[in-house]
């Protein structure tokens, strides 16, 4: 049960750090959402929306998030 609390601990930290990063990226001025690379249709009663470059920028910073803290832990 106590591996159960830490992996929701965990997750938990982590959707808080996504959120972070996406309010941060709005306030700097990147158009989160909005990205060369994001893709959306709209038709009449239809729409498509997907964020690929959106979703690699958050790729790549959450990645160097993390290889910063491995590297402050040893």
Request: without cysteine; proline residues 4%; glycine residues 14%.
């Amino acid at each position: 049960m106590n591996d159960l609390g830490r992996l929701l601990i965990g997750l938990g930290i982590l959707l808080l750090i996504a959120g972070g990063l996406v309010l941060l990226l709005g306030r700097v001025g990147l158009p989160f959402g909005r990205l060369p690379g994001d893709f959306s249709y709209r038709g009449k009663n239809v729409s498509v929306f997907f964020p690929l470059g959106s979703s690699i920028l958050l790729s790549i910073l959450l990645s160097l998030v993390f290889y910063l803290l491995s590297r402050m832990r040893r």
